[in-house]
């Protein structure tokens, strides 16, 4: 366990970092409110009317599907990053193989268009 | 120092366990559940289990959370989905499920205190442990699934871009129809 103890230290200097920056804003900063900037953010435009819970295009759950995928293609690499030395050039044609499988789906994701947005 | 740690994980996954199927906010629900998948990973650590650790970390709490909110801002809940609405057959049901869990649950631990564990490698969860197992003796099933993956992707887009291949030649801005 004691292997982990850097871990430890790193999640109490990301929370103390955070809470400490937190804290600044809180009691060193000026407060100066105007309507405008109680305002909702939304990436610079005026927010946009009614409820923000509407139905979402199912495009976003096509993006997030295809994330996924990619993402768990990256986490096979991590164990063979790992032993990318040992298992020298029987270990990078095996990766080849398994990304050039993926590439298939790549490729006819860029054929329908499946990332074009309307 | 340890059974400590363990103690405080567990009752942190159990009470946000119970806080996902309390809350009636779907979105505070999903949160919960990433807490829950944080100290379930925490428990893996702890079991020497770094590699699945690290999975359940990057694919649950990440990628899986990511599809779970997309999930609900897809099905248009409006307000709070309250307890009112759910019918007696259907805590029965609940109540059942639970039951045979237990009854899993039950019959597991008991066979549980008469395995073997000294004989294990303790090194045996280490990702380069896992590599080693992955990359050589099961190199089959490592390929196959990118098969598994290649499924999803071309199932997903089959599904939401519903337009035969013919049709786009035709059409080079690629509507979504």
Known sequence: MSNYIPVLLFLVAVLGLTGLMMAMVIFL??????PDKELPFETGSAPSPGDARERYPVHFYLVAILFIVFDIEIAFMYPWAVKFRQLGLFGLVEMLVFAAILMFGWFYIIKRGALKWK | ?????????????LASALMVITRKSPIASVLFLVLTFVCIAVLYVML?????????????????????????????????QGWENISPARIGLGFAAAGLLLLVAVAWLKTAGSM???GLD????????????????????????????LGAIIGVVAMIKRKPLAELGEDKEGKVS
Do not use: C, H, W
């Open chain 2, 48 to 80: 020497g289990a770094q590699f699945i650790a690290a999975m359940q970390i990057i694919v649950y709490a990440g990628a899986i959370m990511v599809l779970f909110l997309f999930v609900l801002m897809l099905l248009n809940l409006r307000g709070n």
């Open chain 2, 1 to 13: 120092m340890e059974i400590i740690l363990f103690i405080i994980t567990a009752l942190i996954a």
């Open chain 2, 116 to 118: 073997e564990v000294a």
């Open chain 1, 29 to 34: 900063g000026p407060k100066r409110s105007n």
């Open chain 2, 122 to 149: 303790p090194e045996m969860g280490t990702v380069s442990a896992f590599g080693d197992v992955l990359f050589q003796r099961f190199l089959l099933p490592f390929e196959i699934a990118s098969v598994l993956l």
